[in-house]
């Protein structure tokens, strides 16, 4: 199981409104854009597990001004 640390990162609906996903920046990657696989599970308050078994660490706060952008 790897761990993802995002930083800048939103919530983001995916295809047919069925799931959700992450995304934001990856810091292992110079903040490389990345979105992960659907959300299956919330470990903490700034941790989710999606259906891949990855483990997404949420750094800072929600991106609020591009996901308010996007509706």
Known sequence: ???VCLTSWRI???DGNTAIC?????????NLSWHSNAIVERLAHNQVKTSSGSIYLLQGNI???SMRKEG
């Open 1 to 3: 199981q790897k761990n």
């Open 12 to 14: 983001k609906v995916m």
């Open 22 to 30: 992450v995304e934001g920046k990856r810091k292992d990657m110079k």
């Open 63 to 65: 991106d609020s001004a």
